[in-house]
């Protein structure tokens, strides 16, 4: 992939966020970690409802994302709908940057382990998309954009047909 700009939407997944009771702090935090790493995203806030998360990441591709980065209703507690939302979209999982993404949290915060975010593609071709789902600390946000942000050029390339070798 090119050194172009990658289109993306950040949607932070809040009940007191949508509602506007709380500032969104992790949503503007993942845009700005992500444009490090070449990817422009919008800010979306839904609340943690399983229609809304899907239709929220639904919108996005249909306007172009190329990422979608969630942030949020990833944990246990009842309301926690983020992969149950997002796994019906995905073709494919990679459980390997989900794992790495729990991981590096847990080198500051224990808590880390609890988080049940996926990660995966749209679609296995050019058109693909990334869905990441983080977790709606800010700590959360800056681990998953540590490890996935400097992958999202490559696995783009690889869903378009690139070279495997790098």
Request: proline share 0%; aromatic share 0%.
């Given at each position: 992939m090119s050194a172009e700009r990658v289109p993306a939407r950040v949607i932070t997944v809040s009940d007191r966020c949508a509602r506007g009771e709380t500032d969104d702090l992790s949503g503007p935090l993942a845009v700005s970690r992500l444009a490090?790493?070449?990817v422009d995203a919008d800010l979306d806030c839904v609340p943690d409802e399983d229609e809304a998360i899907r239709l929220a990441i639904a919108r996005a591709l249909d306007a172009g994302a190329r990422v979608v980065f969630t942030t949020g209703g990833t944990g246990v507690s009842p309301r926690d709908v983020t992969p149950e939302a997002t796994e019906p979209l995905l073709v494919t999982r990679i459980p390997g940057l989900e794992d790495a993404m729990r991981r590096a949290g847990q080198l500051h915060a224990p808590t880390a382990a609890l988080s049940r975010g996926?990660?995966?593609?749209t679609r296995r071709d050019a058109r693909g998309a990334l869905i990441v789902n983080a977790p709606g600390s800010r700590g959360g946000v800056e681990d998953a954009?540590?490890?996935?942000?400097p992958l999202v050029a490559h696995l783009l390339d690889q869903l378009a047909g690139g070279d495997h070798s790098r």
């Open positions: 490090d790493h070449g996926l990660v995966g593609v954009v540590a490890v996935v942000g």
